[in-house]
């Protein structure tokens, strides 16, 4: 049987950017129109009665961030939409980077006010070192914002690759009157949106109706020269540089008020490619082969705090899941039986009996699979990319209660092994040491170690300042390097030696006396590592 029919519906993107552009407001309101859910939860503060759909932890419902990525399956004009909402804050880019790598796409949304801030450089670097497709959403157009044009060509430039506009603003603000839709010569009129979706939009045809200047004035004469000037001055839009990650097109909006969502999402089904090959380091993989492989991506513990559950996500790169089918663990041999396997809507989850290349499962899991593993019916496979940074941010932990030592290091482990934080054990014993890229990551394992294990913990900061993971051709070589500096070498979540320095002068001078030892800033699962390439 060809599953190719199935994999060709798939669309499976990551929505990135900046904290505060309004991308899980924009998470939500994709969900609203494709019908997956009927009412909206704006991300509102301590007191809020509802939530966003995608913030499930607590931490994030009190707080109005996202600080893990969620996961969402939908469907919509026949194709089925995996939707992966990503931490906007920087302090969790890892999670992120590792998110972007089981992504076929990307949705980056922009703040109209701020334009293309940091955060969103960093990741629009990974998704370009990918060669990721990126769709771009300008949102916020119901607020003073930057001109148009200045922000087409800030996209330009921080992109290095053109921007073709499907849709264009008749004003901004006060003014806002709507959007222009290049590509069907037609306004769709902006009416403030409420939280459920409505079908009586009006819209008006052709750019040179004169119903659109009576009614918008100079604010749709102005837009219509910017658009004469955009449509002579951008390249036609090219779907096939598109899909190579050398042309993204561009969407005005406000998602606050539904406005601007269906072409989006019209957009993604039309635009976005189905699920790419995928590169192992034995083979490509195509994914409209009839075996199943996958990798894991994600790793979530307690999504359901009354079952103390742990979630492996796997991003399916081929051939056809079906419930209770066994698949082998390639970094062990081993196999597992795959009875209780779930697809989500945010929390919400129910049993898979069957999915596809591109689709994301959930395989309860109790510390036999890692982030980084490949799963498959027997063949045996490593599926590379998947990147662990090295922490910049470390804390010694110890218990507030003795009594609690068992909570605390099943917690601290199986953060660990979900990438939430970063554990080190010292060679030489002591305290557990957490590394981390931001100070938050520290903030909310406290607060999770608090209200998931009930095991309170007290971090205080580490005289280390770096950490690399160290390799060698030579066992020996390795083994002569731990044994000489076991005061400052710990081992990693997965066992990897790491090397410890309190500051850069420390880290070269060991360097230098040990030429045939590597040091890395960067590893990828299962000891396969390199150096960093996008720190260079």
């Known amino acids: 049987m060809s599953?190719?029919?199935?994999?060709?519906?798939?669309?499976?993107?990551?929505?990135?950017?900046?904290?505060?552009?309004?991308?899980?407001?924009?998470?939500?309101?994709?969900?609203?129109?494709?019908?997956?859910?009927?009412?909206?939860?704006?991300?509102?503060?301590?007191?809020?009665?509802?939530?966003?759909?995608?913030?499930?932890?607590?931490?994030?419902?009190?707080?109005?961030?996202?600080?893990?990525?969620?996961?969402?399956?939908?469907?919509?004009?026949?194709?089925v939409i995996n939707l992966l909402d990503t931490p906007g804050h920087q302090d969790f880019s890892e999670d992120t980077y590792r998110v972007l790598t089981a992504v076929d796409a990307a949705l980056m949304v922009i703040?109209?006010?701020?334009?293309?801030?940091?955060?969103?450089?960093?990741?629009?670097?990974?998704?370009?070192?990918?060669?990721?497709?990126?769709?771009?959403?300008?949102?916020?157009?119901?607020?003073?914002?930057?001109?148009?044009?200045?922000?087409?060509?800030?996209?330009?430039?921080?992109?290095?690759?053109?921007?073709?506009?499907?849709?264009?603003?008749?004003?901004?603000?006060?003014?806002?009157?709507?959007?222009?839709?290049?590509?069907?010569?037609?306004?769709?009129?902006?009416?403030?949106?409420?939280?459920?979706?409505t079908e009586d939009d009006e819209v008006i045809e052709g750019l040179e109706n004169p119903?659109?200047?009576?009614?918008?004035?100079?604010a749709f004469e102005e837009a219509k020269g910017e658009i004469d000037l955009v449509v002579g001055a951008s390249p036609e839009f090219d779907r096939e540089a598109f899909i190579a990650g050398r042309q993204s097109p561009v969407f005005f909006g406000s998602a606050i008020n539904n406005f601007g969502v269906r072409e989006v999402l019209d957009a993604l089904v039309d635009l976005a490619p189905a699920p790419l090959p995928r590169m192992a380091i034995q083979r490509k993989v195509e994914p409209t082969?009839?075996?199943?492989?996958?990798?894991?991506?994600?790793?979530?513990?307690?999504?359901?705090?009354?079952?103390?559950?742990?979630?492996?996500?796997?991003?399916?790169?081929?051939?056809?899941?079906e419930r209770g089918m066994k698949l082998r663990i390639c970094r062990t041999g081993k196999d597992?039986?795959?009875?209780?396997?779930?697809?989500?809507?945010?929390?919400?989850?129910?049993?898979?009996?069957?999915?596809?290349?591109?689709?994301?499962?959930?395989?309860?899991?109790?510390?036999?699979?890692?982030?980084?593993?490949?799963?498959?019916?027997?063949?045996?496979?490593?599926?590379t990319g998947l990147p662990f940074f090295a922490p910049e941010l470390f804390q010694t932990v110890e218990m507030v209660d003795p009594l609690k030592s068992k909570q605390l290091r099943q917690g601290l482990t199986q953060l660990g092994e979900e990438g939430a934080i970063q554990v080190f054990r010292p060679l030489g014993g002591g305290m557990l040491l957490?590394?981390?890229?931001?100070?938050?990551?520290?903030?909310?394992?406290?607060?999770?170690?608090?209200?998931?294990?009930?095991?309170?913990?007290?971090?205080?900061?580490?005289?280390?300042?770096?950490?690399?993971?160290?390799?060698?051709?030579?066992?020996?070589?390795?083994?002569?390097?731990?044994?000489?500096?076991?005061?400052?070498?710990?081992?990693?979540?997965?066992?990897?030696?790491?090397f410890l320095a309190q500051h850069h002068t420390e880290l070269r001078a060991v360097q230098d006396l040990w030429k045939n030892i590597r040091f890395h800033a960067m590893r990828e699962h299962a000891g396969l590592m390199f150096q960093e390439r996008m720190a260079q």
């Open 3 to 79: 599953y190719a029919p199935e994999t060709r519906r798939r669309r499976t993107f990551a929505i990135i950017s900046h904290p505060d552009a309004g991308k899980t407001t924009l998470t939500e309101k994709l969900l609203l129109f494709s019908g997956a859910i009927q009412i909206a939860g704006a991300v509102k503060g301590r007191k809020a009665s509802r939530h966003a759909t995608s913030d499930w932890m607590e931490i994030e419902k009190q707080r109005g961030i996202s600080v893990a990525s969620s996961v969402m399956q939908i469907e919509y004009r026949d194709c």
């Open 111 to 197: 703040d109209a006010a701020n334009g293309v801030e940091a955060q969103t450089l960093r990741l629009i670097e990974v998704c370009r070192a990918r060669n990721t497709p990126i769709l771009t959403f300008i949102n916020k157009m119901d607020r003073e914002v930057k001109p148009p044009l200045d922000l087409i060509d800030e996209i330009e430039r921080v992109l290095g690759m053109p921007a073709a506009p499907f849709t264009w603003p008749v004003g901004m603000g006060k003014r806002f009157g709507g959007v222009f839709d290049l590509k069907r010569d037609r306004m769709r009129v902006f009416r403030a949106g409420e939280d459920r979706v």
């Open 211 to 218: 119903a659109c200047v009576e009614r918008f004035g100079s």
């Open 289 to 321: 082969e009839p075996k199943f492989t996958g990798v894991v991506f994600k790793i979530q513990a307690n999504m359901d705090p009354a079952h103390r559950d742990r979630i492996a996500f796997v991003r399916m790169s081929s051939g056809h899941f």
């Open 336 to 383: 597992i039986r795959t009875n209780t396997v779930v697809s989500f809507l945010s929390q919400r989850r129910e049993l898979v009996e069957d999915a596809y290349a591109g689709d994301i499962i959930g395989i309860p899991n109790h510390g036999l699979l890692q982030l980084g593993d490949t799963l498959t019916e027997g063949e045996a496979l490593q599926f």
């Open 434 to 498: 957490l590394g981390a890229v931001g100070q938050l990551q520290f903030e909310v394992v406290a607060h999770r170690l608090q209200h998931e294990y009930g095991a309170a913990a007290r971090m205080a900061p580490s005289r280390y300042q770096l950490a690399r993971w160290v390799t060698s051709d030579d066992p020996a070589e390795l083994k002569r390097f731990i044994d000489a500096n076991s005061h400052r070498v710990a081992h990693d979540a997965v066992d990897a030696p790491t």
